[in-house]
């Protein structure tokens, strides 16, 4: 089955700096990689996600990235603000049909 | 914007009684899963519906665990009994069907086993 690991598991940042997660899969099946949000007590939320037929994905401060042959993919958070502060998985699936999850990453942002 | 909706949110059992979990998919969603997250970790797959029908139980723990979707809308996941080990978040998620888009991931059930 896929294989997917997030790094690093806790980040830092200061105020208005940038932010990049990273994750790599296993399979190369998959397809899909979304990205999600997950504030203490709730529920993961689609922040933004990526097909394989594309290399790179924006909206406002979030972009993906996604390297097919290394078979890894990136977030990166430009200009952090306290309220990006939160658990960030990622997974893959093939066809949306399963997803398998990253580890997760705790973000802080130091204001 | 439409929600998954689950309860109750929060649920507090002493080990070896029964707890069971509800989910209401967005209407429309053919799809339905449960997850697991225990606490620092990412969500683990315990049960995928298909309507009514179960897709993928294969991590499920099928000597307490059991799920029913049974008119292929809301449903229901089962633990009994409960084990001390069974403390974690548990996410109901639906989607449109595969190769239409991620998830959506209700609130959450977080059981605690005392």
């Known amino acids: 089955g896929e294989n997917v690991e997030q790094h690093p598991s806790t980040l830092s940042v200061q105020e208005g700096d940038s932010a990049v997660i990273k994750c790599t899969y296993s399979d190369s099946a998959s397809n899909y990689f979304p990205w999600y949000k997950q504030e203490l007590g709730k529920g993961p939320q689609l922040i933004i996600d990526i097909r394989s037929n594309v290399g790179e994905k924006k909206d406002q401060r979030i972009a993906v990235t996604l390297n097919k042959t290394a078979k890894h993919f990136s977030l990166h958070i430009t200009e952090t603000q306290p309220e990006d502060s939160a658990v960030y998985f990622c997974?893959?699936?093939?066809?949306?049909?399963?997803?398998?999850f990253g580890t997760g990453t705790s973000l802080t942002v130091i204001p | 914007e439409a929600e998954v909706a689950q309860s109750p949110r929060y649920k507090i059992t002493e080990k070896s009684q029964a707890v069971a979990f509800w989910c209401d998919p967005i209407s429309g969603h053919a799809t339905l899963y449960w997850y697991r997250q225990i606490l620092g970790q990412g969500p683990e797959l315990l049960v995928q519906f298909q309507d009514e029908s179960v897709v993928d139980d294969s991590q499920l723990p099928k000597d307490r665990f059991s799920a029913e979707r049974l008119k292929g809308v809301d449903s229901t996941l089962k633990i009994q009994p409960a084990e001390l080990g069974d403390s974690a978040m548990y996410l109901c998620?639906?989607?449109?069907?595969?190769?239409?888009?991620?998830?959506?991931f209700g609130s959450g059930t977080r059981l605690t086993v005392v």
């Open positions: 998620a639906s989607s449109p069907g595969a190769g239409r888009g991620g998830y959506t």
């Open positions: 997974a893959a699936s093939d066809d949306g049909n399963q997803f398998y």
